[in-house]
């Protein structure tokens, strides 16, 4: 399995960044799929996770600004972040897995918000 994302940047508070990821492997662990972050200095937490139905989950902080979406014949997965603030500054890691998306990640890309 591989996953590879994409469309990560600087962006100002309050602007929307969208992230893809490619997925390419064993369709199996494409069954749930997620993003996940990592900020300097914090542990790693998951974003927003989907599952091949469609149905999804979000973390508190950032329910409701976030979207994340998936298209199954062409394997991706996407994260729509909208209203953007400093704290979602992170690098943002694409999974996925069986059962939870949590087997397998991408390498990574760097979201960063600043004025």
């Known amino acids: 399995v591989q996953l590879v994302e994409s469309g990560g940047g600087l962006v100002q508070p309050g602007e929307s960044l969208r992230l893809s990821c490619a997925a390419s492997?064993?369709?199996?662990?494409?069954?749930?799929m997620g993003w996940y972050r990592q900020a300097p200095g914090k542990q790693r937490e998951m974003v927003a996770g989907?599952?091949?139905?469609?149905?999804?989950n979000y973390s508190d902080s950032v329910k409701g600004r976030f979207t994340i979406s998936r298209d199954n014949a062409k394997n991706m997965v996407y994260l729509q972040m909208n209203s953007l603030k400093p704290e979602d500054t992170a690098v943002y890691y694409c999974?996925?897995?069986?059962?939870?998306?949590?087997?397998?990640w991408g390498q990574g890309t760097q979201v960063t918000v600043s004025s």
């Open positions: 492997g064993s369709d199996f662990f494409f069954n749930a």
């Open positions: 999974t996925s897995g069986l059962v939870t998306p949590d087997q397998y």
């Open positions: 989907i599952i091949r139905n469609g149905v999804t």
